[in-house]
């Protein structure tokens, strides 16, 4: 079994900043493709940025691209998204993923991770 748990959501005005913790915990020495994504309230579950297993490649969507770093530190375990320049849309629950899949270096598709954190709220104020 694999879980994440995620850390590191709050409130913040717009401009400032956040950092996320996705810890994950798992049986083997296997790493896994590991992803961020948000939800509103009414809305799907959106791709925010995902990161390869060595760390080495990473993808972000659009609106976030500039403003927001996805890395590793894989002897600990851990993913972290560092969110600079906060915006009032980026208010959402953000969830970290991982995947055990082998057919590219990272992901952006929901339907493509396996493994799902519980959430965290950001929300920023304006």
């Known amino acids: 079994q694999v879980q994440l748990v995620e850390s590191g959501g709050g409130f913040v005005q717009a401009g400032g900043s956040l950092r996320l913790s996705c810890a994950v915990s798992k049986r083997t020495d296997s790493t896994y493709v590991m992803g961020w994504f948000r939800q509103t309230p009414g809305k799907e579950r959106r791709f925010v940025a995902a990161?390869?297993?060595?760390?080495?490649?990473?993808g972000y969507t659009d609106s976030v691209k500039g403003r927001f770093t996805i890395s590793r530190d894989n002897a600990k375990s851990t993913v972290f998204l560092q969110m600079n320049s906060l915006k009032p849309e980026d208010t959402a629950v953000y969830y970290c993923?991982?995947?055990?899949?082998?057919?590219?270096?990272?992901?952006?598709?929901?339907?493509?991770?396996?493994?799902w954190g519980q959430g965290t709220q950001v929300t920023v104020s304006s």
């Open positions: 993923a991982g995947s055990s899949w082998l057919g590219g270096s990272y992901y952006t598709r929901t339907i493509e991770y396996e493994f």
């Open positions: 990161i390869s297993r060595s760390g080495g490649d990473t």
